[in-house]
């Protein structure tokens, strides 16, 4: 809790409603995909987001002291080698613990081991707490605008709380 208070208070005070959204990325678990994690990088970037790269093989808690350290505004988790619905596993539950429950969750790339409908795979993410969850084969535009509207709103909603509690 005190550390949700002190990122809602810092974030308020920085302005943060006028700065670029802060993304953590990465490639999570042992996964060693690196050219598709430059390619996040870059569109997140060239479309105004300030993205913090953390590379490949990510763990949950690297993800997490991350996004609390720099005060991000989102955690997108890339996976291209299979095992993501066991690499993803109670991430939303280790930010809650760790002070940042709300922060929004993306998760994309090649999720699970084998041929499934693609609703499934969906399905199985966002009931472990992601907000989004992205096929490979999902238009990047379309990543950033959907994000960029969800921080938006996130924001908006800590500003609100914050209001209230002034």
Request: net charge negative.
């Amino acid at each position: 809790m005190q550390t949700t208070i002190y990122l809602m208070f810092s974030r308020l005070y920085r302005g943060f409603a006028m700065k670029k959204p802060t993304l953590v990325i990465g490639v999570i678990g042992a996964d060693c995909h690196a050219v598709g994690n430059k390619v996040l990088d870059r569109v997140f970037t060239v479309h105004n987001f300030n993205v913090i790269n953390l590379g490949v093989m990510v763990s949950q808690d690297e993800y997490i002291d991350a996004a609390i350290e720099t005060g991000a505004d989102a955690i997108v988790v890339s996976s291209i080698y299979g095992h993501g619905d066991i690499d993803c596993l109670g991430l939303r539950e280790r930010c809650i613990e760790r002070g940042i429950g709300e922060i929004p969750l993306y998760v994309g790339g090649n999720l699970v081991v084998g041929k499934h409908d693609f609703a499934d795979v969906e399905k199985k993410f966002k009931e472990m707490g992601f907000n989004r969850v992205f096929a490979p084969s999902h238009d990047l535009e379309d990543v950033c605008q959907l994000m960029a509207g969800d921080i938006q709103q996130h924001r908006h909603a800590e500003e609100h709380v914050l209001e209230e509690a002034i």
